[in-house]
């Protein structure tokens, strides 16, 4: 009944209907905390609509360390009970939610030293391990010998690191998630609207009855009604609670963790690797043919819209990642880097209406308004799920529990067997193995709109560039069918291309705008102006690895 493209003509029908019809549930933010919870309420039945001020993702969800985990920091803080939850979510995503967009990784857990610290993380790791249960999809963790660790991670430094404990978590392409979920939010009715910002309020009385936004893209501004309105907007929290004038029970601060992107050629190893660092801990994530390395915490109060790492954020994470590895990881390696603001949520002592829920809170500040904050991706589900039992309560109608527990999103039906038939769909489709398990990894059973979109066009068969894996037809897809109404939305978040890629894909941007000028029906003016928007934004994500190559430069030279 519902459709769940998102394009130009959706686009434009989800306008009408924001300024024409009442909804019984409006989310602000789509983030993962606010798609998950639009997909929440939309799966209970309820009318729904979202409106995002940016792209979907645009904002924290797209620049995580991309690792659905239970927190082993949580460990040593005996919050057993947050750990279990998380890993639970895991579970599920893995087997059942989405198993073609989160697999699991492998981790090692080096060891400076022979026995006491052996002991102490094993009973960690299997504690971690047993917090699952029995029922999993993940392997149990293994102890290694350094023997063992010298075969599988010849890149740790064997004078240092004396053997190893491996264990498993999960990975997600993390923008590609949340707009899955968001997508699976239309196709249970919920209408989403992008570059729509939620502006004020609009009140009967002291109840919020819906919201003045605008269309960023015309300049219309739209009066949405809603018996209840979701506030999901992370790190812009408190800045839209001053806008509302509304009183929170919490307050919002923000912590800039960085990433940086490596080839697969700088780290010899089979596995991803974790480090405790003197204020946290540092991932080295396995990336397709590619090395995430991160992430740091400083606190930050710049531009929410756009964090930029800093040269000092890069030389620590190089300087972090070479105390165990050999050769040293070089600044003239890094091919990406990316920033993203942790929402830290501190609740407000003497608020009534506040409640701390594990690591996330949820707030009713005022009759017809409810809002959400903190947490981590992982736990996505729950959060909607949360927010959502406390917005029903405004409806004063019966509203069903939440059933995204049982809800796979748009693509997870039939992966497993259709990973059995790479094969056949290649031989048909005309496609490579290789292609076809890529895309299969993306779009799990919805491969099926891309074939058509193929079979009618062939050449969009074709790959974009000889050193990525994607394919023409998926670009034409993220305009037509994703949502994407930039070059940065098509290189930033519907594919990785943006850290993927030398220069962060800017010598692509120009193809890319040729492929999807004519889906979103652009002058030449528009395309014009949106590559040069992207390359304006790299030049300034750039800017600190710049910086530091050149100061290597002068050294060397
Ligand atoms: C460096 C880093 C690493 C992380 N790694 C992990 C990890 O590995 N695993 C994990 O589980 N978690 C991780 N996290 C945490 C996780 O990424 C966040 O908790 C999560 O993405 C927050 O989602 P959100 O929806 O609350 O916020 P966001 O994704 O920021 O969404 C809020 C949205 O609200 C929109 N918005 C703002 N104002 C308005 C308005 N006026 N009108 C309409 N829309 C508006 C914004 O544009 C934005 O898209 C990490 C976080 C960081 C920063």
Redesign the pocket.
């Given at each position: 009944m519902f459709l769940t493209q998102l394009n130009p003509d959706q686009q434009e029908s989800a306008i009408a209907a924001l300024g024409s019809e009442s909804f019984d549930v409006l989310v602000?933010?789509?983030?993962?905390?606010?798609v998950g919870a639009a997909l929440d309420a939309a799966s209970r039945g309820l009318k729904v609509a979202l409106?995002?001020?940016?792209d979907i993702?645009?904002?924290?969800?797209s620049?995580?360390?991309?690792?659905?985990?239970g927190g082993l920091r949580y460990l040593e803080q005996y919050d057993f009970r947050l750990v279990r939850e998380a890993l639970h979510e895991r579970e599920l995503l893995v087997s059942t939610l989405c198993p073609h967009l989160v697999k699991p990784v492998g981790f090692l857990f080096p060891l400076t030293e022979k026995f006491k610290e052996r002991t102490y993380v094993g009973a960690g790791l299997a504690l971690y391990d047993a917090l699952r249960g029995f029922q999993r999809t993940l392997p149990w963790h293994k102890h290694l010998s350094q023997k063992q660790i010298n075969e599988i991670a010849p890149s740790l430094r064997p004078d240092i690191i004396m053997g190893a404990i491996k264990y498993f978590d999960a990975q997600v392409d993390?923008a590609r998630h949340t707009l899955s979920v968001a997508r699976t939010a239309a196709r249970h009715g919920a209408i989403i609207a992008t570059r729509v910002?939620?502006e004020s309020l609009i009140r009967n009385g002291k109840r919020v009855v819906g919201v003045k936004a605008k269309d960023l893209a015309s300049g219309q501004t739209i009066a949405i009604k809603a018996t209840v309105t979701v506030m999901?907007?992370?790190?812009?929290s408190d800045e839209?609670h001053t806008k509302f004038d509304l009183k929170a029970g919490y307050n919002v601060t923000m912590s800039k963790?960085v990433h940086i992107v490596l080839p697969g050629s700088a780290i010899k190893s089979d596995a991803g690797i974790i480090l405790k660092t003197p204020v946290s801990v540092l991932f080295i994530i396995p990336w397709a043919d590619k090395w995430i390395v991160?992430?740091t915490d400083t606190p930050y109060t710049g531009d929410r819209a756009q964090p930029f790492a800093s040269r000092e954020d890069v030389q620590y994470i190089l300087d972090q990642a070479n105390r165990v590895l050999t050769p040293q990881l070089k600044i003239e390696e890094i091919i990406g880097v990316y920033a993203?603001?942790?929402?830290l949520v501190a609740n407000n002592k003497s608020s009534v209406t506040t409640k701390l829920s594990r690591e996330h809170t949820v707030d009713r500040p005022a009759p017809g308004f409810v809002s959400i904050?903190g947490?981590?991706?992982?736990t996505y589900r729950i959060m909607g799920k949360d927010v959502i039992d406390l917005a029903v309560n405004e409806l004063r109608k019966i509203t069903p529990e939440s059933v995204t527990e049982k809800l796979p999103l748009i693509g997870a039906d039939g992966y497993f067997a259709l990973m059995q038939q790479i094969e056949a769909i290649s031989s048909e489709s005309g496609l490579d193995t290789d292609t076809t398990t890529h895309l299969l990894n993306r779009y799990g059973s919805m491969i099926s709109e891309i074939l058509v979109l193929i079979k009618e066009t062939p050449a969009l068969a074709k790959k974009l560039t000889a050193d990525l894996p994607y394919i023409t037809a998926e670009i034409y897809y993220a305009a037509s069918h994703e949502g994407a109404r930039t070059v940065d939305d098509v290189i930033s978040r519907r594919t990785r291309i943006a850290f993927e890629a030398p220069n962060h894909g800017v010598d692509l941007a120009d193809s890319i705008a040729q492929i999807i000028a004519p889906v979103l029906g652009w002058s030449a003016k528009e395309y014009k102006a949106s590559v040069a928007a992207y390359e304006s934004l790299v030049d300034r994500e750039l800017a600190s690895v710049n910086e530091l190559l050149n100061e290597s430069e002068k050294v060397n030279s």
């Open positions: 602000i933010g789509g983030g993962v905390n606010g409106i995002e001020s940016q993702a645009a904002g924290t969800s620049r995580s360390s991309k690792l659905i985990h993390d910002s939620a999901c907007a992370g790190i812009w839209l963790g991160g992430t993203g603001l942790r929402p904050a947490g981590k991706y992982t």
